[in-house]
Structure formats: C-alpha cells, structure tokens
C-alpha cells in the first residue's frame, strides 16, 4: 500500500486480509497486488504435473473501514462433548465459540445469533479481547451437514452495535 508491503499469503483459495491503517495517507492512495504462480519443488502442485496451475485474482479486493476495536477472527465449531459446567444431555449438542479482538480490550459486547435456530446469546471479552465458551443446542433443532445433505446456517457475529 503506497509504496509498503502490508504482507504475503500463499495459498490462492483461502481468504486472507491486511490492517493498512498506518499505510492510508491523506488523499489519494494506492494498492498493487502481486500475483505468482510459480511452481516450486516443495508446494503443491509441484515442478512437474499433468495440469497447469492458472494464476490470477479470482475474488474481490476491498479496502474496508472498521472501527479502532474489530473482531478479528472467531472459530464456531460443533463439540464432541461438553465442557466443563455443561452437563452432558442426550437431548442436546454443544457449540465451541471462541472469538478474539484485535486487540486486547475488556468488557466488549459481543452478539452470537443463528436465526434458524432461534438462537441469540450476548458474551462479553475477557481482560485479553477474547472469548472462550460453549452453547447447548437442543439436538432436535440442529441438522448436522452431510454430503447428502449439505446443511448450512447462517451465522451473525457483531461487536456492540456493528452488524
């Protein structure tokens, strides 16, 4: 961004994203997204292979503005068991959350809501920006995700008032 490398990513399928804050000047800016597709003995695919590995970009760019404190990243994933302080119930599944700030901020409201499942819970960060924790879904409303039946909800996480 102007002139400064804001970082690298390899890999050409999984998103990835840059803070630039300190990069953005006054007026007009600018960004050049470097593309390689080189093959190298030790990635995948390798030097030598039956197909050609296109190059290119195939997604969107964007330039995002986001408040001082972001959510800047989160895990939402089915458990096999329940944690400590849940009891464990046939009748019910249990939900991994975890979610980090960008940085380390007590006290922030965070909102977990999938609608079809009639779910909406509020946590709040620890001292590090953080949460850890883990929600009981009653087994009955949940439709796990299969190659028959490739299940998908829709999932909202917001800070505060961001959504």
């Known amino acids: 961004m102007n002139g400064k490398k804001a970082g690298k990513h390899v890999g050409g399928f999984t998103p990835f994203c840059y803070d630039v804050t300190d ?8 960004v050049i997204v470097k593309v390689d597709n080189k093959r190298h003995k030790d990635n995948v695919p390798t ?17 995002v503005t986001v408040g001082e404190t972001y959510i800047d990243d989160y895990f939402l994933q089915l458990s096999r068991e329940a944690k400590t302080g849940n009891r464990k119930s046939s009748n019910s ?22 609608p079809e499942l009639k779910l909406k819970q509020n946590f709040v960060t620890d001292d590090k920006g953080q949460i850890n924790s883990q929600l009981s879904v009653p087994s009955s409303k ?11 909800y829709k999932v909202e996480i917001a800070r505060g008032d961001d959504l």
């Not at 990069?23 to 600018?30: A, L, S, T, Y």
């Not at 599944?93 to 999938?114: C, H, P, V």
């Not at 949940?142 to 998908?152: A, F, G, V």
Request: charged fraction near 25%; hydrophobic fraction near 40%.
């Open 93 to 114: 599944k249990y939900i991994d959350f975890s979610l980090a700030l960008n940085r380390e901020e007590a006290g922030q409201e965070i909102t977990l809501s999938i």
């Open 23 to 30: 990069m953005v000047k006054e007026g007009k800016n600018f």
């Open 142 to 152: 949940l439709e796990l995700w299969s190659p028959e039946n490739p299940k998908l």
């Open 47 to 63: 030097q030598i292979f039956d197909w050609w590995n296109y190059g290119g970009i195939t997604r969107d760019v964007l330039l």
